[in-house]
């Protein structure tokens, strides 16, 4: 490296620092580059490059700048601070120890080491080397005493252990006595004693004691880094009783007024509004959730149920608005599908699972496209592949019928007549086929009643004339038949029957299972969806086919006092109802892991 580059490298370091410093990022980046860039093999300029860069969370760039500068020699101790702080933020928590405590080794200044062995020490807490963790925590305690900041991490460490609560209680509560206000020790004993709670149900009061009396401490909650999970944490004590659900609700919402969108708080405010009769609102909070986070199962599982008990669709038809980023619409799906799905599995609903598993597949393919094309593309060089936003709507209209599907008739049911039925539907049908289509109906002269939920035969019914009418892409009849059915007294049949192509007698019989679709770019969940209505209402579905010729659907329905087969709809719904009192969130260790001293310094 010659003199002159290394002045030139050094200019525009000296420029990068101080643009760091009077906040102007994107100039001092671009400094800072052109230093590396003159002299790669200078570690200053990566070493101040990756503190920018940790600074404006870009950890990936962060980390290869900073271990760059260590593979150079760099050694500096706030240099190697920054690469620890930017490996345990990246879950790199090994790497963090050593770094922590390279850090450690090389500063001269005896409180600034003290907290570097204490962060190496809760890294490798966190990368599972407990036994470590608590032995090197145990000999700073030793040559430490009374200094608050080893106690209170041996306190962590020793939370997380079987058997170790007693002594972690015992540590803080010391400090405690030595500094009242102490926030943290405060913050961690209140914490600790609200997840014992549930196996000691006496401990609640002591846990609410230190919680409250911590919300009153100066300094809250703008010193606590968390202090939206000691709302939360407090909202778990009240929450179990009605009487408590007014508190409960307010520390939840003040969790949310700190950090919006945590989902455990949303989660557990959905069910006290669920609890109150607040549906929509609780639909509302859980959807909140979920968008929050795509993957959080107990949101995902709280919708699935809301969305099978509701009587009509608004429940899936809010959340399809609520989440309305395609890909937080995929991944939200795909796990509320993945919640009914694990539920039909349990009861042995093999169909059923086979349905719900290919939306769910088709929400991860959607997930995936979104990941990586903008919201409006289309696949590209084929108009016949749906992109982001049709694969969408194709997503949430199957979710729509299966959860439809899964909703108990008897709920819905009302006796009609059944030449009404076929009109009305008629009437629906003539407004939007195409030309060339011609559509009539032939109803009986005597009324026929039937016990139904109107709205699921005539999305029935609506669909077997929109199968009709795909096989007719030349034009033909289409013609509703309400007649007398073949089953015995009392029994009604309703016919869709059309002069298309026909199905191929070979496909007959595989045309009603899940999955199979004669058409491009079909789900093949339609005439499933059919049968199962019709067996819902205790019916019974045919397809009759000519090649050439056309189709005749027949839905067969029994007489309204006829034992019917919803019962195994109901049963079905109310197997997936198991969590019919749904139960709030706890606090757990996974929720309050060991929390560091200190971050990286800024660049100097």
């Given amino acids: ?69 260590a593979d150079l020699g760099m050694d500096d101790p706030d240099s190697l601070r920054a690469l620890a702080e930017t490996c345990c933020r990246m879950g790199a928590y090994a790497d963090a120890a050593h770094h922590y405590s390279r850090a450690a080794d090389r500063t001269d200044d005896a409180p600034s080491s003290l907290r ?70 405060r913050y961690d004993l209140g914490l600790l004693l609200v997840r014992a709670k549930s196996e000691e149900p006496a401990l609640r009061s002591a846990a609410v004691a230190h919680l409250e009396r911590l919300m009153e401490t100066p300094g809250f909650p703008e010193l606590v880094p968390d202090a939206h999970v000691a709302h939360f944490a407090l909202g778990t004590c009240y929450d179990d009783d009605p009487n408590g659900y007014e508190s409960a609700a307010r520390h939840y919402g003040a969790a949310l007024a700190i950090r919006q969108d945590f989902p455990p708080a949303l989660c557990n405010l959905g069910i006290i509004q669920e609890r109150l009769g607040n549906r929509a609102q609780a639909l509302t909070l859980y959807a909140r959730a979920l968008r929050a986070d795509p993957r959080f199962e107990p949101a995902a599982g709280h919708l699935a149920r ?54 769910k597949n088709r929400a991860g393919v959607l997930a995936a496209r979104a990941k990586v094309l903008p919201i409006h593309d289309r696949s590209e060089g084929d108009a016949s592949v749906p992109g982001v936003p049709e694969l969408a709507d194709m997503i949430f209209d199957d979710l729509n019928a299966l959860l439809a599907v899964l909703r108990p008739v008897e709920d819905d049911a009302e006796v009609v007549d059944a030449n009404t039925v076929i009109r009305r539907t008629c009437a629906m049908v003539r407004a939007w086929v195409p030309e060339g289509v011609a559509v009539s109906s032939s109803t009986s002269e005597t009324a026929l009643p039937i016990r139904v939920d109107r709205e699921r035969i005539r999305d ?124 709030t969130l706890e606090l757990t260790d996974e929720d309050t892991p060991p929390r560091l001293a200190e971050g990286a310094a800024p660049v100097e």
Wanted: include cysteine; charged fraction near 25%; charge should be negative.
């Fill in 1 to 69: 490296m010659s003199i002159q580059c290394r002045e030139r490298a050094g200019q525009h370091l000296a420029r990068g620092r101080r643009y760091y410093v009077e906040g102007r990022f994107d100039e001092a980046r671009a400094e800072l580059e052109a230093a590396c860039e003159l002299c790669p093999d200078w570690p200053a300029p990566y070493s101040a490059l990756g503190a920018l860069l940790l600074d404006s969370d870009e950890l990936p760039e962060a980390r290869r700048a900073l271990e760059h500068a």
């Fill in 306 to 359: 809301l969305c099978i008990e509701a009587e009509e669709t608004e429940a899936a038809d809010g959340l399809s608005e609520a989440l309305d980023m395609s890909r937080e619409r995929a991944l939200a799906t795909y796990t509320v599908l993945r919640a009914v799905e694990d539920r039909a599995h349990a009861d042995g609903q093999v169909a059923l699972c086979e349905a719900v598993h290919r939306v």
């Fill in 116 to 185: 570097m062995r204490v962060n190496a020490a809760l890294c490798r807490t966190r990368s599972g080397d407990v036994a470590q963790a608590e032995q090197d925590l145990l000999s700073l305690h030793e040559d430490h005493l009374g200094e608050s900041l080893v106690t209170l991490a041996l306190a962590q460490v020793l939370a997380h252990r079987p058997g170790g609560r007693a002594r972690a209680t015992e540590l803080l509560e010391g400090v405690l006595e030595r500094e009242p206000q102490h926030l943290m020790a």
């Fill in 460 to 583: 029935l019914l609506t669909h077997l004339a929109r199968n009709a009418v795909s096989s007719m892409p030349d034009g033909g009849e289409l013609c509703f038949i309400c007649a007398p059915g073949a089953q015995g007294p009392g029994w009604v049949a309703l016919q869709v029957r059309d002069s298309g192509e026909g199905i191929p007698a070979e496909s007959i019989e595989d045309v009603v299972k899940p999955g199979v679709s004669l058409r491009p770019g079909g789900s093949g969940l339609g005439l499933w969806i059919c049968g199962r209505i019709a067996r819902a209402h205790g019916g019974i579905l045919r397809l009759e086919s000519t090649e050439g010729e056309g189709t005749v659907a027949t839905l067969e329905l029994p007489p309204p006092e006829h034992p019917s087969l919803a019962s195994r709809s109901l049963r079905l719904h109310r197997s997936l109802m198991a969590l019919a009192d749904p139960q």
